[in-house]
């Protein structure tokens, strides 16, 4: 169980559901039992509400009074004697002294189907949402909206990635074997190199361990640029803060290294697309690119959930959430995924816990390919396909079947 025991936002910054996003994005898919709060503002319970997509209910509250006495223990100001849940009220005596003349008004704000009863001097009212509530209806303006908040938090949810423990990262010197042999023959060593996407700069400190000077690593996460940074302080200002789908290096390039999955994490294609204008526009006439997506038809082929996002949200919300992402990278597990018939894109619920940070979920999308639309993604931008391949982790000298299990990534290398 969850008990917010603080919640202010200030009052420059109120009305623009501050507290709501940061409690969906603690709460909204987690697989907590309940979440609460003590408050003496009925819009707080309002936003509660909101950000569980559940509504309090008292009778549900009645039922579970034996866990919210437990979980009171923890509260410094709550005395579980002082609970009271009824048929008409929820309240506890937390020796919280406050003007209640904005109540009424307050109550008002609330809307209809106020179920609380009146506030004695020193208490607060108590509210609880449980998991095993069914969810609200949700519109489709306030699906969108939480959409629109986690692709917000999309660099978040890549920043909190523990690259240096994912197995898919464990094979840079392969990679880079298989990438020297692309890169123009007459720049050799004094080539320019540009990863884009670099995360924790394993391919270009690689690179300048075996002689390339002019490497550059980018990305659009400061954390992990500051991890490249400490593991590797003599190459330290080659990494870059950068996001591709707006930003352009000034230095020309003749190889540009995109891979894992750069192009596709965006579910809007328009978004993927700027990426790849921007590669072309970077290289040098003959200047070629290596590239990864995933592999749509892996993914396709595997997939267990099926049906439009955006008309059954519900659905969407009762999937299981993961920690996939955070531990290993590994995103298609068929059991935590779903493709949107509507869009295309594929949405997973991710959780991040235990790092240093606020534990929190979001739903993250991706854009995944088949072999055919990157190709074609690639030649609608004036470059031209050397070589397309399926491939795993490590093993890009090898092809693989389309729907092979190992074959979660389609490689490709274009020129200009």
């Avoid at 590994?330 to 959780?351: C, L, Q």
Wanted: aromatic letters at 12%; proline letters at 2%; charged letters at 25%.
């Amino acid at each position: 169980m969850t008990w917010v025991i603080q919640l202010v936002v200030d009052k420059a910054f109120r009305r623009r559901q501050v507290a709501k996003k940061l409690l969906f994005s603690i709460w909204g898919f987690s697989n907590d039992f309940a979440w609460g709060l003590a408050t003496t503002n009925p819009v707080t319970i309002k936003t509660l509400e909101s950000a569980t997509m559940r509504k309090v209910s008292l009778s549900s509250m009645q039922k579970n009074v034996s866990y919210i006495k437990q979980a009171s223990k923890n509260i410094e100001f709550v005395n579980e004697d002082t609970i009271e849940i009824s048929e008409n009220n929820s309240t506890v005596n937390s020796t919280f002294f406050v003007s209640h003349n904005d109540i009424p008004k307050l109550i008002n704000s609330y809307g209809k189907n106020w179920i609380f009863g009146d506030l004695q001097e020193g208490y607060e009212w108590l509210a609880f949402a449980f998991k095993s509530q069914d969810l609200k209806p949700i519109s489709k303006k306030d699906f969108e909206k939480i959409i629109a908040h986690s692709e917000k938090c999309l660099v978040d949810a890549y920043s909190r990635m523990d690259m240096k423990n994912h197995p898919w990262t464990k094979y840079t010197r392969d990679e880079v074997d298989y990438m020297e042999q692309f890169i123009p023959i007459a720049s050799g060593k004094d080539s320019v190199i540009v990863d884009v996407g670099c995360g924790i700069g394993r391919h270009v400190a690689e690179l300048y361990r075996r002689g390339y000077k002019n490497v550059y690593g980018y990305d659009f996460s400061n954390r992990l640029l500051e991890d490249a940074k400490t593991n590797n302080p003599e190459i330290a200002d080659r990494f870059l803060l950068g996001d591709f789908r707006s930003f352009c290096p000034p230095q020309k390039a003749d190889f540009v290294i995109c891979v894992y999955d750069v192009i596709g994490s965006f579910a809007d294609q328009r978004q993927n697309d700027k990426i790849v204008r921007n590669i072309k526009k970077m290289l040098k006439k003959g200047g070629r690119a290596i590239v990864s997506v995933m592999n749509m038809e892996l993914t396709g082929n595997v997939a267990r959930h099926k049906f439009d996002v955006y008309a059954n949200p519900k659905s969407l919300f009762k999937l299981k959430a993961s920690s996939v992402m955070q531990e290993t990278g590994n995103i298609f597990n068929p059991d935590y995924y779903v493709i949107d018939t509507h869009s295309g894109a594929v949405f997973r619920k991710e959780m991040f816990t235990n790092d240093g940070y606020l534990d929190s979920e979001y739903i993250v999308r991706d854009r995944r390919y088949t072999m055919a639309e990157i190709c074609a993604m690639f030649k609608k931008h004036g470059m031209s396909v050397l070589d397309a391949r399926y491939v795993q982790a490590g093993r890009w000298d090898f092809s693989l079947k389309n729907t092979d299990l190992k074959a979660k990534e389609i490689l490709l290398v274009a020129q200009k």
